[in-house]
């Protein structure tokens, strides 16, 4: 009996299992067959659900679900959903959601989808140019947009998993086809993709975002891929985005201020790495841009069109301190390369920058193509002008402010302008000789253009050391102010001084066949900075150093040998002092002049050495021979007065010469003492008028007179005699 029972039960619980199977069997092969409408599910699904600020219901058009194959989910798509707020507001509508479900659970009567896919939404995204940047990203205030779909679902991922609500397993959120639109709030410029897709997977540090998208704003189109962080306590918002196919251009409608950015036609490719608040509060920004294969054309700003081969940047910046840093910029545009960095920081009572942008290696014969037009106009008009040849680094310093947002209110508070040059011909003066090879720096601030020279050339000469001011340069007349150190032979200074443009009196210069040995001159110039220059519009110093110098004829037939001197010329007065040899017999030397109208004398000359006796004669003056034979001391002054006379004093030292006067029957030995003093009067042109001497030796006192003619020529003798 029990045994007959047993098989009953036994046969009704297979049956029942083969009626289940063959169930299951047939609605699957119902769902592979095609879709399968569920409006019995409607009431379940339009049940609230929390999202972290409200209730929200939702409602579908129309259910059904459809199973593909046996290793596919089963999913179930609303079609024509409509989420609305407690109050019946519809918030956001999509063509199209599909939840996909474990076929184990559907078996169990459980609709708990794990993944849903969002098909065909629309996001529109508001991005203000402060704070809360990302806040709108997937959401729109007004009621047109769909991207509160898929800000809902976020919320459902964030959520920690639960068996009780719709989405309470929910893991993973497709978005495929979207419609991505971001505009710029304050230009109203827009960039939509309109075929975008992203994913969103929960996991255990939050959701992490997957998304790439292609933009347009009517132009060549943007590559955006993105990847990201939701943190799971709403903390902290991540954000890797990778850019291709970028232009500066793309941005010239944000803003009036923003149109030069026309002019930059070069692709760029990079990296933008976006860490914010939960609320969507930028915190830092990373960017890292790379790109080239290009143009610049920037009309006003530069005269000249560049090509671009490469571009690098990169560029931080920090909400907390209000700080955006410009770690590096640079381009290599061929011919040189340009670099900029700079620091941006935004105060309560505006927003400053201040920044460095260096030019390497330009050739100077291009320095207008890459010298921006309103930069120093001045300086820039004088530097085409006059510099060439060789190559430069620039540079410029700038520190620029705004208040509070207003670019457009932009000024400049500090810019200045640097030069590296090296093998640079620079025409200094007109009509003067260029100085060639110069290597050294310039410096540009306040409508002044500073050169520190350090080194150079000029026919034949080598410059040394120099500076060149330039001022004024934002005047009708600029001014130049020039110091020059030249050193070389001295017939190559001489005929560099020579120069009529210079000025320098012609007694002040000598015939440069007559010269010899080393000078090195210290120069300084003044004049205004007009074509038309003349000789009286030039202030010129001069400070020159001789050595081994030599003059032939120096003083009538007599030369001048090896003389160490510092000769100064300035302020209309040359002075010379020094050593050096007349006819081999060492002497001292000085020599002062004065060009002004009111000067006490116009030219002075001092000798002193010792000299022999028929050196006088030689020297042009006349001889004291048979009289006087041997060395003398001589200690002589020749001072030529501004009427053009003149008079000689001398005091001479007679003890190792030998005197000798025939008619008194009187001699001096050589070892005696013996003291002559003379002073010679000269008419204009150098004519001897009168000697007055007076003189002592060997028991011998002599003082008198002596009256010359018109040939130099002794005329009388007026003489007191004691022996």
């Known amino acids: 009996m029990v045994r007959r029972a047993y098989r009953v039960a ?41 999202v972290p600020d409200a209730k929200v219901k939702i409602h579908a058009e129309r259910i059904y679900v459809e199973w593909s194959g046996l290793n596919q989910p089963v999913r179930l798509v609303l079609s024509g959903l409509k989420i609305s707020n407690t109050a019946g507001e519809a918030i956001a509508t999509a063509p199209s959601v599909a939840l996909s479900f474990e076929p184990r659970s559907v078996i169990r009567g459980r609709f708990l989808p794990t993944s849903i896919v969002v098909d065909q939404p629309t996001l529109d995204a508001d991005v203000a140019r402060e704070g809360g940047m990302l806040r709108r990203v997937l959401a ?10 898929v800000d809902l679902l976020v919320d459902q991922l964030m959520a920690e998993p639960n068996q009780t609500s719709l989405l309470g397993q929910l893991d993973t959120v497709l978005v495929q ?48 891929s993105l990847s990201g962080v939701y943190a799971r306590d709403r903390s902290r918002i991540f954000v890797e985005a990778n850019i291709d196919g970028l232009k500066p251009l793309m941005f010239a409608d944000l803003s009036p201020d923003a149109a030069l950015l026309r002019g930059i036609d070069i692709s760029l490719s ?8 939960g609320g969507g509060d930028i915190r830092s920004v990373e960017i890292d841009i790379h790109g080239g294969n290009g143009k610049l054309t920037l009309p006003g700003v530069l005269p000249a069109t560049h090509q671009v081969r490469t571009v690098n940047a990169r560029i931080l910046v920090d909400a907390a301190s209000h700080t955006a840093k410009v770690e590096k910029i640079e381009l290599d545009i061929g011919a040189t390369t340009v670099s900029m ?25 291009r320095l207008g193509d890459y010298w921006p037009l309103e930069f120093a106009p001045g300086g820039r008009q004088w530097a085409l002008a006059n510099l060439s040849n060789g190559e430069a680094d620039a540079a410029a310093e700038f520190a620029l402010s ?42 540009f601030e306040g409508q002044t253009l500073h050169f520190d020279v350090a080194s150079g050339n000029t026919v034949g000469l080598r410059l040394t050391k120099g500076t060149i001011d330039l001022t004024g340069l934002d005047q009708p007349v600029p001014h130049a102010s020039i110091q020059l150190l030249v050193a070389g032979p001295a ?17 002040v210069v000598y015939d440069y066949r007559r010269v010899g040995g080393e000078v090195a001159v210290d120069i300084g110039l003044a004049f205004p900075l007009i074509e038309a220059l003349a000789v009286a519009d030039i202030e010129i110093r001069a400070d020159a150093e001789l050595r081994g110098f030599s003059l032939r004829d120096a ?72 009289y006087v034979t041997g060395p003398v001391g001589i200690a002589l002054q020749y001072q030529v007065a501004t009427n053009g006379t003149g008079e000689v004093t001398g005091r001479f030292d007679l003890k190792a010469a030998k005197l000798a006067v025939q008619p008194l029957f009187w001699t001096k030995d050589a070892g005696a003492d013996g003291q002559l003093m003379m002073a010679l009067k000269l008419a204009a042109g150098g004519k001897l008028t009168t000697a007055d001497f007076e003189g002592r030796g060997n028991g011998l006192q002599a003082k008198g007179q002596m009256r010359f003619s018109g040939d130099n020529a002794v005329q009388q003798v007026l003489s007191l005699i004691h022996i």
């Open 341 to 365: 960095t700079g620091v941006g920081i935004r105060k309560p009572e505006g927003q400053t920058f201040t920044g460095r942008v260096d030019v390497r290696k330009i050739p100077v014969s």
């Open 10 to 50: 036994l046969r009704v619980t297979a049956g029942f299992v083969i009626g289940v199977g063959v169930l299951v069997a047939v609605a699957a092969l119902r769902l592979m067959a095609g879709p399968i409408d569920l409006d019995f599910l409607k009431s379940r699904v339009t049940e609230h659900f929390d």
């Open 177 to 224: 086809r979207a419609r991505v639109t971001l505009r710029d709030v304050e230009s109203g410029v827009a960039w939509t993709a309109p075929n975008a897709t992203a994913r969103l997977t929960r996991d255990a540090s939050g959701v992490v975002i997957v998304a790439s998208a292609k933009f347009s704003s009517g132009g060549e189109p943007i590559d955006v």
């Open 402 to 443: 705004a208040p509070g947002n207003e670019i457009s209110q932009l000024k400049v508070d500090r810019l200045v302008g640097l030069l590296d040059y090296r093998g640079m011909m620079v025409r200094y003066m007109p009509h003067m000789p260029e100085l060639q090879d110069v290597s050294g720096k310039a410096r």
């Open 491 to 507: 017939p190559r200074v001489a005929q560099f001084l020579a120069r009529r443009q210079l000025g320098l009196p012609k007694d």
């Open 555 to 626: 003083l009538g037939d007599v030369d001048l040998s090896e003389a160490v001197a510092r000769v100064k010329y300035g302020g209309s007065e040359l002075s010379i002092s020094g050593t050096g040899k007349l006819d081999g017999n060492a002497v001292e030397i000085g020599w002062r002049e004065l060009y002004g109208t009111k000067a006490p004398f116009r030219r002075r000359y001092e000798l002193k050495g010792t000299l022999p006796a028929a050196l006088v004669a030689k020297a042009g003056f006349p001889s004291p021979e048979p």
């Open 270 to 277: 990079g990296r933008l790495r976006v860490e914010a608040s």
């Open 140 to 149: 729109s205030p007004d009621t047109k947009s769909q991207g509160e779909i």
